[in-house]
């Protein structure tokens, strides 16, 4: 054989593997849905606090610098180049903007033909271009409120109601817990064209994420924090308690439209769901995003009305999340007239913490970003960028129902039989969160839920899963259909989804002849997990200490929290750490003696929960991403993963707490690292510990 043809063969054959491996690659999320960079010129420092799309294709962003910009060409079409026009600057933090169209402007009046109205942190503000150059040369007072002075009081809005009227909301300050220390902090307001406000409802903790659907339903996002067990979607009517009792301090208000007082709100650490049985103004959410599961810090919310334009999920909510930058997606329904329903994790990957997302006019979405004292796992520290459907269906669980016997999942695509007809492809599982004055809270009281059967419908899109139990009202149930693939072959690109079950659906119930076994042991080593592998070798006491710090043995256990007996003479070193804004610790490197016994001290005075775990040299991403890992483990994990390269740690701490640990310092020299793995935060919160001779 010539050489020519073999060289051609061979070409053929790797042109055919090649082919084949393009084939069998797994399919993600880029695939269906592609991300595309806005370049933002040098100097323009874009955190984005609002967005507004205008009529004319036209893009507007508020920024938390003040500032107001007009991009021209976000689409990027022709030259593909955007340009910046800066409209306004000088403002206090607007974290919202709203484009409106002018009803007075007539032909030959003197009358700009539209205007912004964004909120400052005591204002909503008018902004208005009277010549059309494209800068505001108004600024004009809409609707002012009173501050404190506390850094924590954020302003968000206004966003516009079927009716013409509009709502803003207003964050709580922060004292070392939620605090309404100006007036309606902690409210929904409801503002007129006149600028009249009518307090709408209260209970809001940190309300950055608002939107009203196409039928005036308004629905907020709330992020983790004291009397928020974990990140929530919740129905806002009139009159409407979410549960944060600070903003309870206004409703002796004539204009109030409820009038709960804070003492009325028991911090018991009940489930949620069993607390407004006996508080019929408390609204519980609609949806729960379990913490870190789905995400960390809840934000924007956008109802998908582009007829298809933006993929299979027309009608369905997507939820951005500003701590793990990505986007999760909502399917609701409504059970006994109130909303339930499920969250999916959507598209990932944004190059920053999201705030905003707004639809473009061909159907993409505009995602607007900051991570400037709200750090995030995206590393830019703000931008805009835009999501577009590639026109591929990827195969997904398109939504959860809930049936009166279990749930029924309709998919995107049809399914293949076998595999969705065998209940060992699915799992389920359910746990609630305490309700209570505490910041956040651990995953409680989860258990399995057995699997009778599934029964799948003649067009095969949709699978009804059987419960071999009688499931429990209140609690978010995870659902999985990890084994299930498509009639093509796929499998499932997410394949976990999380209902929150405020009430079970009425109907008939399926009947099946006999239930159908299959394996639930990794589900149940998940349910019954504790704290206790997180502590390495010292099992965990009551008291909180571990059983190898009681024996005097504390290198037994990598959390020893009381001198050990035989440190007559005390520590060698005492090293104290705190934090500070950004998801960082105050001291990057710290330096102790090899062998030396140590005193670590690690202070929390931040808003938000961190430990500190000290790991091997060059570990700390690998254990953060354990820590990621561990799913429902994780609060009771305390976010450590039983894994070698943890050599000690404290655990999970509140705000404005502190602990000690003690330790002996390695005996090899070099540069250990130690990291907050609580998930999202460990990419950025970390330092050196170097261990010298």
């Not at 013409?164 to 307001?189: E, F, P, Q």
Request: hydrophobic letters at 35%; one cysteine or more.
């Amino acid at each position: 054989m010539s050489m020519k043809k073999l060289f051609g063969i061979s070409l053929t054959s790797l042109l055919v593997t090649s082919l084949a491996l393009a084939q069998t690659k797994p399919l993600t999320e880029e695939d269906y849905y592609r991300i595309i960079t806005l370049p933002v010129p040098e100097g323009v420092s874009l955190e984005v606090g609002g967005l507004a799309p205008l009529p004319d294709g036209r893009l507007a962003a508020s920024t938390r610098r003040g500032e107001v910009w007009l991009i021209s060409n976000p689409y990027m079409l022709g030259s593909r180049v955007p340009t910046f026009k800066r409209f306004a600057y000088g403002l206090h933090e607007p974290l919202g903007l709203l484009y409106r169209a002018n009803k007075n402007a007539t032909p030959g009046s003197k009358e700009p033909g539209w205007y912004f109205l964004c909120t400052q942190r005591g204002e909503v503000t008018k902004l208005v271009d009277t010549d059309g150059d494209d800068e505001a040369n108004e600024y004009r007072s809409f609707y002012k409120w009173p501050l404190s002075g506390n850094y924590h009081e954020y302003s968000y809005g206004p966003v516009l109601l079927p009716d013409g009227d509009m709502v803003i909301t207003l964050n709580l300050g922060w004292i070392g817990r939620g605090a309404s220390l100006a007036k309606w902090r902690g409210w929904m307001l409801k503002l007129n064209d006149k600028g009249e406000m009518t307090p709408w409802a209260t209970g809001l903790r940190s309300p950055a994420g608002f939107n009203v659907l196409r039928d005036g339903t308004i629905f907020y996002t709330e992020n983790q924090g004291d009397w928020v067990g974990s990140g929530r979607m919740t129905h806002l009517t009139k009159g409407a308690f979410a549960g944060n009792v600070a903003g309870l301090r206004w409703t002796s208000e004539p204009n109030s439209p409820l009038k709960l007082k804070v003492d009325d709100v028991p911090s018991t650490g009940k489930p949620m769901h069993e607390v407004a049985k006996s508080i019929p103004d408390l609204k519980v959410p609609s949806i729960w995003f379990p913490h870190t599961l789905m995400g960390i810090s809840t934000s924007d919310i956008q109802e998908d009305t582009t007829s298809g334009r933006f993929g299979p999920f027309t009608g369905q909510l997507f939820v951005g999340d500003q701590g793990h930058s990505k986007i999760m997606r909502v399917a609701l329904e409504k059970v006994n007239g109130e909303y339930q329903g499920a969250c999916f994790p959507f598209r990932e990957g944004f190059q920053s913490g999201i705030l905003r997302m707004v639809w473009g006019i061909d159907g993409s979405m505009f995602v607007g970003m900051t991570s400037r004292g709200w750090a995030s796992t995206g590393k830019a520290p703000f931008g805009i960028q835009r999501l577009v459907w590639t026109g591929k269906t990827p195969f997904e669980m398109k939504t959860i129902r809930s049936m009166p016997d279990g749930f029924e999942v309709e998919f995107t695509m049809p399914v293949d039989r076998k595999t969705a007809e065998n209940p060992g492809s699915y799992s389920l599982n359910s746990f609630t969160y305490k309700y209570h004055r505490t910041y956040g809270s651990p995953i409680e009281d989860a258990k399995v839920v057995p699997i009778r059967g599934v029964v799948v419908s003649a067009d095969g899109l949709k699978a009804r899963i059987v419960a071999d139990t009688v499931l429990r009202e209140g609690y978010i149930h995870e659902v999985k259909a990890e084994g299930v693939r498509s009639a093509a072959g796929l499998p499932v690109l997410h394949p976990t989804g999380y209902y929150t079950l405020n009430a079970i659906a009425p109907g008939e119930k399926l009947t099946i002849a006999s239930a159908r076994q299959h394996d639930h042991s990794a589900m149940n080593a998940m349910a019954s997990a504790t704290a206790s592998p997180a502590t390495g070798k010292g099992k965990a006491t009551a008291s909180g200490r571990s059983t190898a710090a009681a024996t005097g043995k504390p290198q037994a256990a990598k959390r020893v929290t009381e001198q050990p007996a035989d440190w007559t003479n005390g520590p060698d070193q005492t090293i104290t750490l705190t934090t500070k804004p950004g998801l960082k610790f105050d001291t990057e490197k710290v330096e102790v003696k090899a062998g030396s016994r140590v005193k670590w001290v690690f202070s929390n005075n931040d808003d938000m929960l961190h430990n500190c775990v000290i790991v091997k040299p060059a570990t700390a991403n690998k254990v953060g991403n354990d820590a990621m890992k561990l799913n429902l483990n994780g609060p009771k994990m305390q976010y450590v993963p039983n894994v070698s390269e943890v050599l000690y740690h404290t655990n999970l701490l509140q705000p404005e707490t502190a602990e000690a640990i003690y330790f002996v310092a390695p005996t090899e020299p070099g540069e250990y690292q130690y990291v907050c793995t609580f998930p999202g935060h460990h990419t950025l919160m970390q330092g050196i510990l170097k261990v010298v001779k």
